[in-house]
């Protein structure tokens, strides 16, 4: 007798409410093994492989690539007795039954475990009438048009005999509603939309729309949020950093620093960890619901990153016990892997100050916005080199901008400004820090 489990989306993150379906690793009729990735997934805050907890055989996949599925919903359907062990004997008659799982990381608390059974009063069903029904063929687009619908729309097409795949969703971004399903079951079919406006791109207005989903719908809200709830204030420092930049180019030819990437990044994490000691205040935190400022002994450092998913924050966590040389290999690892888009949700959270670099892209400075939970940001713009007057004298130097944005609740002018040169002094003389 066959043994089914739902497989439910996983609450991979704190507060995760939904999740996109990138991509299945799997289809219908395939075994898999304890722990193989089944599925990759997009949430706010990053793309993730999810394992399965059991061994067996994909018998159906519920939900499409594309589609933005609630957490807890079933996602696959698995037989976890494919050999049919209970297949030499009548099955018992028993009642559908839950079985708790072990909880894996990330998974969710229980796993659905339905099992048939014959009616009462009539003689129980052999095993061939209670075989897995045939594997249905792989979900796919039909012309790379994927139906966008919560699940209980889904089943309640299902349940009228509405194809989605007929019908052009009415809600935000082209989402099918249970009204658009309804309509279409009263026979006010809707017809699918073109491959082009499917791509989102409209030939008659000769614009392209893409929904708001994913990285960049949080990255957006939590913009906002910080933008209409913390006063920020932002501060600007001039300096001349050639003494680091030759500094860089000595560590570069040592023997302790050989092989290891060394970029004014590393500097500035460094400062910004050494200055933030100085000056508590800029790495505290307002706790509105508490009614407190929370001041933080540590430096989770966050670093703004430019990933193809969208801009994302990782974090060095207890950045400020590291060395320059231990920090360096960590900004390392951190920007490799948000480049690959396997952040994972963990260590995007519960950072304590940032710093984001638009110098890479040859700009001079910015005004960035404060990352909520955070009271400070620190901007690095591009390394130029400029007329300084040095000793009264005008040489041609490497210069550099700093921006500061700060929450003006937590952090006054003073504190800023004082957070601010100490970042800038540090950078102008790294020779500075043997004083902190």
């Known amino acids: 007798?066959?043994?089914?489990?739902?497989?439910?989306?996983?609450?991979?993150?704190?507060?995760?409410?939904?999740?996109?379906?990138?991509?299945?690793?799997?289809?219908?009729?395939?075994?898999?093994?304890?722990?193989?990735?089944?599925v990759e997934i997009e949430t706010a805050k990053a793309a993730v492989e999810l394992p399965i907890p059991w061994a067996g055989v994909v018998t159906e996949l519920h939900v499409e690539p594309g589609q933005t599925v609630e957490v807890g919903t079933p996602i696959l359907t698995i037989d976890v007795d494919p050999g049919g062990a209970s297949a030499a004997a009548p099955a018992p008659v028993e009642e559908p039954a839950e079985e708790e799982m072990k909880p894996l990381v990330g998974y969710g608390s229980k796993a659905v475990v339905t099992q048939r059974r014959a009616r009462k009063g009539s003689e129980p069903a052999p095993a061939a009438a209670v075989a897995a029904p045939p594997a249905p063929a792989p979900v796919a687009p039909r012309g790379g048009y994927v139906p966008l619908a919560k699940p209980p729309v889904r089943k309640l097409a299902k349940d009228l005999g509405v194809d989605l795949h007929a019908l052009t969703g009415t809600a935000s971004g082209g989402v099918i509603t249970r009204e658009d399903v309804e309509r279409a079951a009263n026979g006010a079919v809707v017809a699918a939309p073109a491959a082009t406006v499917d791509s989102g791109y409209d030939p008659a207005t000769r614009e392209r729309r893409v929904p708001i989903k994913g990285v960049r719908k949080m990255t957006a809200a939590a913009m906002v949020q910080s933008a209409y709830t913390a006063p920020h204030v932002t501060e600007f420092l001039t300096i001349d950093v050639?003494?680091?930049?030759?500094?860089?180019?000595?560590?570069?030819?040592?023997?302790?620093?050989?092989?290891?990437?060394?970029?004014?990044?590393?500097?500035?994490?460094?400062?910004?960890?050494?200055?933030?000691?100085?000056?508590?205040?800029?790495?505290?935190?307002?706790?509105?619901?508490?009614?407190?400022?929370?001041?933080?002994?540590?430096?989770?450092?966050?670093?703004?990153?430019?990933?193809?998913?969208?801009?994302?924050?990782?974090?060095?966590r207890d950045a400020d016990s590291l060395s320059l040389k231990e920090l360096a290999g960590a900004l390392t690892q951190l920007t490799d892997v948000a480049r690959e888009g396997k952040t994972s949700p963990a260590d995007m959270a519960n950072g304590t100050i940032t710093i984001t670099n638009v110098g890479v892209f040859g700009v001079d400075t910015g005004t960035p916005i404060i990352n909520p939970g955070e009271s400070a940001i620190l901007c690095l713009g591009a390394i130029k080199d400029q007329p300084w007057v040095v000793d009264g004298d005008i040489k041609v130097r490497k210069v550099l901008q700093l921006s500061l944005s700060f929450d003006h609740r937590v952090v006054d002018g003073q504190q800023g400004s004082e957070f601010l040169a100490d970042v800038g002094a540090l950078l102008a003389d790294p020779a500075m820090a043997m004083t902190y």
């Open 1 to 38: 007798m066959p043994t089914y489990k739902q497989f439910p989306l996983a609450d991979t993150a704190e507060g995760l409410t939904e999740a996109d379906i990138l991509s299945w690793h799997v289809k219908p009729g395939d075994t898999v093994t304890v722990n193989q990735i089944v």
């Open 242 to 316: 050639t003494p680091m930049m030759e500094f860089r180019e000595k560590l570069k030819k040592s023997r302790e620093f050989a092989g290891v990437k060394v970029t004014p990044l590393t500097f500035a994490a460094k400062a910004v960890c050494l200055a933030a000691k100085r000056t508590p205040d800029i790495n505290a935190v307002w706790d509105d619901a508490a009614q407190e400022i929370v001041y933080k002994d540590y430096v989770h450092l966050g670093i703004a990153a430019a990933t193809p998913r969208g801009l994302i924050v990782p974090k060095v």
